[in-house]
């Protein structure tokens, strides 16, 4: 299985600024994808930024230019920041990897268990 473990949320004042922080064990051959998605309450889950094992990212565009995603291959770990937030980026914060546990094996989706991100003066 693989196992992913967030940090990095908080409470934050508008034009703030966080570091979202997520990590990657387990049984792990390969790493297709990691990225950031987000559900605010009584909103549908929804895809923050996104960065592919070659390299490419993808950003919703209400963070573009606001929100970086990075990540550490050595440490299978995924990076957020988050500069400027605003009082619409409040929601619990989900880190999800597409990966493969064996070379033979179809990649899979896993999730993390969310971190909450407020902001609030």
């Known amino acids: 299985q693989v196992q992913l473990v967030e940090s990095g949320g908080g409470l934050v004042q508008p034009g703030g600024s966080l570091r979202l922080s997520c990590a990657a064990s387990g049984r792990i051959f390969s790493i297709d994808a990691m990225g950031w998605y987000r559900q605010a309450p009584g909103k549908e889950r929804e895809l923050v930024a996104e960065?592919?094992?070659?390299?490419?990212?993808k950003y919703a565009d209400s963070v573009k230019g606001r929100f970086t995603i990075s990540r550490d291959n050595a440490k299978n770990t995924v990076l957020l920041q988050m500069n400027s937030l605003k009082p619409e980026d409040p929601a619990v914060y989900y880190c999800?990897?597409?990966?493969?546990?064996?070379?033979?094996?179809?990649?899979?989706?896993?999730w993390g268990q969310g971190t909450q991100v407020t902001v609030s003066s």
């Open positions: 999800k990897t597409t990966a493969k546990q064996y070379a033979y094996w179809s990649p899979n989706d896993f």
């Open positions: 960065l592919t094992s070659d390299g490419s990212t």
